[in-house]
T-cell receptor
Framework: GDSVTQMEGPVTLSEEAFLTINCTYTATGYPSLFWYVQYPGEGLQLLLKATKADDKGSNKGFEATYRKETTSFHLEKGSVQVSDSAVYFCALSGDTGGFKTIFGAGTRLFVKA | DAGVIQSPRHEVTEMGQEVTLRCKPISGHNSLFWYRQTMMRGLELLIYFNNNVPIDDSGMPEDRFSAKMPNASFSTLKIQPSEPRDSAVYFC?????????????FGDGTRLSIL
């Protein structure tokens, strides 16, 4: 079945450092890919998405490119801020029927001032 | 626009009591999902509905858990009787179904503590 694997956390960075959170997926067909962010005490919220191969999703300085050849959707940001401290979830929604979104386990990011 | 609304935000009760969690999805969304989140198990899908009909309840942990969606604007998740291991944050999410590129929209969750 479909699955998402993302790098384990926690990830601790200093402010203004470069961020990469790896995400790979297994799916039949052509899924849509998402990154969600969860701040403390809140629900998950969409950060960015990409719906087809080579699409780049971007929002708030974060970017991720849908790479079908490597089945990856790595999240990057050039300069993180303390306010980016949160848990990040990679997810996919398949095109082979069904209603589920498959979420990764989440990666906790701590950014130090 | 109002997002997904969950109530209560916090619930503390003693084991054995009945607990009812409530969710109002975003108007126009035709799919609704209930999740449970714990440190140990992460985010787990419990059940989802499409057009008010339960599609997959395989994630419901036990018969003590039940969920209903009597109309397009309201859903409940009930635990009876509750146990300490049910303590978690429960999220409701909704989505427009039919296009895979539509994200789920989450509520802020209900933090449940069973003593």
């Amino acid at each position: 079945g479909d699955s998402v694997t993302q790098m384990e956390g926690p990830v601790t960075l200093s402010e203004e450092a470069f961020l990469t959170i790896n995400c790979t997926y297994t799916a039949t067909g052509y899924p849509s890919l998402f990154w969600y962010v969860q701040y403390p005490g809140e629900g998950l919220q969409l950060l960015l998405k990409a719906t087809k191969a080579d699409d780049k999703g971007s929002n708030k300085g974060f970017e991720a490119t849908y790479r079908k050849e490597t089945t990856s959707f790595h999240l990057e940001k050039g300069s993180v801020q303390v306010s980016d401290s949160a848990v990040y979830f990679c997810a996919l929604s398949g095109d082979t029927g069904g209603f589920k979104t498959i979420f990764g386990a989440g990666t906790r990011l701590f950014v130090k001032a | 626009d109002a997002g997904v609304i969950q109530s209560p935000r916090h619930e503390v009760t003693e084991m054995g009591q009945e607990v009812t969690l409530r969710c109002k999805p975003i108007s126009g969304h035709n799919s609704l999902f209930w999740y449970r989140q714990t440190m140990m198990r992460g985010l787990e899908l419990l059940i989802y509905f499409n057009n008010n009909v339960p599609i997959d309840d395989s994630g419901m942990p036990e018969d003590r858990f039940s969920a209903k969606m009597p109309n397009a604007s309201f859903s409940t998740l009930k635990i009876q009787p509750s146990e300490p291991r049910d303590s978690a944050v429960y999220f409701c999410a909704s989505r427009i179904e039919g296009l895979n590129n539509q994200p789920q929209h989450f509520g802020d969750g209900t933090r449940l503590s069973i003593l």
